[in-house]
Every structure is written in structure tokens, then in C-alpha cells.
């Protein structure tokens, strides 16, 4: 078939290139020159296990342009532009998806599909609707449930499809079917519904996977004041199928460009619809969350006193392993706030070394954990990249003189780094 992917960011690159993967014809369309100029070099403009692969042997079926009008070359259009909190509320700004539909309607034929896959509030499709009707095409909203890290694999063979279409129209259906053949073929499951549904499926699971790791982190709260132990607490209600293990990992939080920004502009789209009590959870969530980042700083401060004239290592900048986006990432935050607590800074992650520093120039970046813990008083662990869970202690205690290690996302032996001297502090474990 042949597809358009409007929005070239995290999600858009990694489909259009996975697209193309599957045998379609497809052009990825971007406003961003330099992104754009990556992506037909075959380079990623971002770090994502996978995706160089991809663009490196593109199969002549890709290609990348700044210009809306290629788009009218295919007959259908995916929507995957960004929609970021608005400045100065909690709502998501959805005028980049406006702008990519008022720039595609022009050059729609009549049959076409656009699908809509940016994460928005409920009502937004049904809203454009009518705008993409009037141009003798149709609206399909399709969510997208990628993970940033395994984007790739979560675009191949995703959980489930969703296809949210307008009553009646089975042909849509039919398209995105021929779209995603080659993932429906393994079996996995399409849910047909409406517009609102399919919007809504999308921001109640990553409220749901929000407030289950809020949930965690309250525990291990409630671990910190008793003596309690979060990780074996999560292990043991986690053997329980109802409950599940998964994203039970107490720490530093969540943060990344999407589940922070999701949970709000789910409550502010609540609010407008007079049901801002059915989503107050939700705000809990949100401090729940936030709160964790207060208190890895607040383990170094009572391990080290003020921190004026203290240097701290921070291993890790990225939100999670695997990606080198640090959109609200808590191992950043936790960095500006040590740094503006007074303590000199010196950060390392494996890939998000120059995001980190775009918007945090403050902090100093080493690259490896070895420059990055030479002089410092203490280390902090951010993000649990594998070759950080791999230290070892008494390797890392002759490279520094630092005796406190804080483990922000409790993945590491707390046996081994005390058997080597160090004094280990993890979030809501004994
Ligand atoms: N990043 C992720 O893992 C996932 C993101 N989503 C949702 O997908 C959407 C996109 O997210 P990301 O890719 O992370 O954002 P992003 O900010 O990385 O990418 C958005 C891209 O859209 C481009 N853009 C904006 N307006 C445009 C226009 N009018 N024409 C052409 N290009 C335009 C920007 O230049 C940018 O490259 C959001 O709604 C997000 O919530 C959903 C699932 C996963
Ligand atoms: O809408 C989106 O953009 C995506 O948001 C999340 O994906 P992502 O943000 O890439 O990463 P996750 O693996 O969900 O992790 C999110 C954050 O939660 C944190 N986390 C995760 C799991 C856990 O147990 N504890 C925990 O603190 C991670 O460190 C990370 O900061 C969802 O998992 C995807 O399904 C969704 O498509």
C-alpha cells in the first residue's frame, strides 16, 4: 500500500520505517529540515534499538520530505505529531494535530484513510471528523502502545490493534487490515469500536500503567517509615496472576515525553467534561510520583549533609534504559536538583549524554561510570541501564573515594555493595 506518516518523531520514524519494513510504500513527512536530512541519509535522529537497521537497508520502498504535498502520492495517512502539555497548563496542545490535517486535506483523494495515532484527548477525532469527510476521505483512530527502547519489536508485533472507525465503515477496517497483515497473521487481536473508544483505550492504559507504579511507590513510602522492604513486597503480591509483577518496580518514578503529560491531560479533558472527581486519582498519581524524585535527593542530603563544595556521580539521564530521550526524565530532574542544592554534578548515561545537555548545560557529563565517579562524594543510580547493574562494587571502590551509593531504581545487589564498603541506600528497601 502506498502511506504517508505525518510527524517523524519517536513514534513516526520507527513506523514509517517498520512500514516499509512490511512491504509498503511510504513517505515519512516531517517539518523539522534536519530530521528530515537524517532520515533519508538511513541515520536515526534518535537513539532506538532497531531503527538504524532499519533506515540502513532501506528496501527503496522509504523515503523522507518536508513538503505535506508528497503525501498525496498515498492513500493512506498516518497522524503522528506530537502533543505536548500546553505551556503554562496541564492540558495536551493539540494544534500540531490540527496543522497536520488542515496541511493533508489539500492534497486527500477521494477513498483515502487517515489514521490517527498521536495520543489525544477524548473528542478530538470525532471533532475531525467531519473535516476529513468533507475531502471524501475517512478517520480511523488507531493508538499506538509502543515502548520507547523496544519501539521496534512493540511495532511489529504490538499486544493489540484498535481500530476506532466511524459507524458503518467497514472499509477502513478492511485497509488497516491489509496495513497490519503482517502483524495480524501472528495472531494478535484487533478491536474494532468507535472514535471516542479508541481514544480512550489508549490514555486509560497509560493511566493504568501510571498508577500502578504510583501504587508501588506509595508502598515503598510506607516501607521507608516501617523497615519494611518494597522489592520483595512487589515480588510476593507480584506472584499473584491478578496482579501481575510487571511494573511493580519501585524507584525514581515515571517520567518520558508521554505518561506524565497523558495522565494530566486526562484529568483536564475530565474537568471539562464536569468529571474532574472520576479522575482525582490521578492527581495523587501525578505527587505520588513526583515525590520519589524529592527523596532520592533527599538520601543523598541526609547521607552527606549539605551539599555545597559535594560532588555527585549520576549514573544515568535517561527516563529508562534503551532510549536517549530525557523529555521529564526524573534522572535528569534529580540532577538539576542536586546541582541546584549546590553539589558540582558530574552525569553518564550510554546514549543520552547530548540530549541531557541541550537542556540541562549546568550539570557536568563524563563519559562511563569511571570518569563520572572519579572525586565524587556519593553515586546515584538513575536509570538502570544493564552496564550499570553490572558494576562491580569492588571494582567501582578503587576508581572513587564515594562510600554512599543510591540505588533510584532499587536494581542493584545491596549485599555487594556494602560487602565492598559502600553504605547503600535504595528507595523503600531495608
Ligand atoms: N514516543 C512514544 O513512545 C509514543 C508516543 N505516542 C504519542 O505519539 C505522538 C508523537 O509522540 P513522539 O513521536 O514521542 O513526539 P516527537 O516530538 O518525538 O515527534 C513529533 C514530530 O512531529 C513533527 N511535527 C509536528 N507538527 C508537524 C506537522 N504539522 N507536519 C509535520 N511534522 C510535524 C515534529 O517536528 C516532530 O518530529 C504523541 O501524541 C505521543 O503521545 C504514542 C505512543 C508511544
Ligand atoms: O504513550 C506512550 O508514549 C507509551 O508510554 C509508555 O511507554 P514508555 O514511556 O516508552 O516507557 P515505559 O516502559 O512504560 O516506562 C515509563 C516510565 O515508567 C518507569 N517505570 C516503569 C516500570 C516500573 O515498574 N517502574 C517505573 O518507574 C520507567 O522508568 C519510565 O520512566 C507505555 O508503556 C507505552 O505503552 C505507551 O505507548
Not at 34 to 55: D, H, I, Y
Not at 215 to 230: P, S
Not at 405 to 418: Q, Y
Amino acid at each position: 500500500m502506498r502511506i504517508s506518516v505525518i510527524g517523524c518523531g519517536y513514534l513516526g520514524a520507527v513506523h514509517a520505517a517498520c512500514m516499509a519494513d512490511a512491504g509498503h510504500e511510504v513517505v515519512g513527512i516531517d517539518r523539522d529540515e534536519e530530521k528530515v536530512r537524517m532520515l533519508s541519509a538511513g541515520r536515526a535522529p534518535f537513539f532506538e534499538p532497531g531503527l538504524p537497521e532499519l533506515l540502513a537497508h532501506p528496501p527503496g520502498r522509504l523515503r523522507f520530505s518536508t513538503d505535506i504535498a508528497d503525501a498525496a502520492s498515498a492513500s493512506v495517512h498516518f497522524i503522528t505529531v506530537g502533543t505536548p502539555q500546553v505551556a503554562g497548563g496541564t492540558a495536551a496542545d493539540v494544534s500540531f494535530v490540527d496543522a497536520a490535517v488542515d496541511g493533508l486535506l489539500p492534497h486527500l483523494s477521494a477513498g483515502d484513510v487517515v489514521v490517527g495515532k498521536s495520543t489525544v484527548p477524548v473528542g478530538t477525532a470525532g471533532r475531525l471528523a467531519a473535516r476529513i469527510e468533507s475531502a471524501g476521505a475517512r478517520l480511523v483512530w488507531n493508538p499506538e502502545f509502543l515502548r520507547e527502547g523496544r519501539a521496534v519489536s512493540d511495532t511489529v508485533a504490538p499486544d493489540r490493534v484498535v481500530y476506532g472507525v466511524a459507524e458503518g465503515d467497514e472499509t477502513s477496517v478492511g485497509v488497516l487490515d491489509a496495513v497490519y497483515a503482517r502483524s495480524l497473521e501472528r495472531g494478535i487481536p484487533r478491536i474494532v469500536t468507535d472514535h471516542a473508544t479508541a481514544e480512550l483505550v489508549k490514555i486509560a492504559a497509560n493511566s493504568f500503567l501510571a498508577t500502578k507504579i504510583s501504587f508501588i511507590n506509595a508502598m515503598a513510602e510506607i516501607a521507608e517509615a516501617t523497615g519494611a522492604d518494597v522489592t520483595t513486597l512487589a515480588d510476593a503480591i507480584g506472584h499473584d496472576a491478578r496482579i501481575g509483577r510487571r511494573f511493580l518496580n519501585a524507584g525514581i518514578g515515571f517520567g518520558g515525553g508521554c505518561m506524565p503529560k497523558d495522565i494530566r491531560a486526562f484529568q483536564a479533558r475530565a474537568a471539562e467534561l464536569g468529571l474532574a472527581s472520576s479522575l482525582a486519582f490521578l492527581d495523587e498519581v501525578d505527587q505520588i510520583n513526583l515525590r520519589r524524585r524529592q527523596r532520592a535527593v533527599d538520601l543523598v542530603r541526609e547521607e552527606l549533609g549539605p551539599l555545597e563544595r559535594r560532588r555527585i556521580a549520576v549514573l544515568g539521564l535517561a527516563f529508562k534504559p534503551d532510549s536517549d530521550d530525557v523529555r521529564d526524565s526524573p534522572a535528569l530532574e534529580i540532577a538539576c536538583r542536586l546541582r541546584a542544592l549546590g553539589a558540582t554534578v558530574t552525569a553518564t548515561d550510554p546514549e543520552a549524554i547530548t540530549t541531557a545537555r541541550r537542556s540541562a548545560p549546568e550539570i557536568e557529563y563524563a563519559v562511563g561510570v569511571r570518569a563520572a565517579v572519579h572525586g565524587a562524594d556519593a553515586i546515584v543510580v538513575a536509570t538502570e541501564w544493564p552496564q550499570f547493574r553490572a558494576l562491580v562494587p569492588a571494582e567501582v571502590a578503587r576508581w572513587t573515594a564515594a562510600r554512599v551509593i543510591i540505588d533510584g531504581r532499587n536494581c542493584l545487589d545491596a549485599e555487594a555493595w556494602r560487602a565492598a564498603g559502600f553504605r547503600y541506600r535504595g528507595l523503600g528497601r531495608s
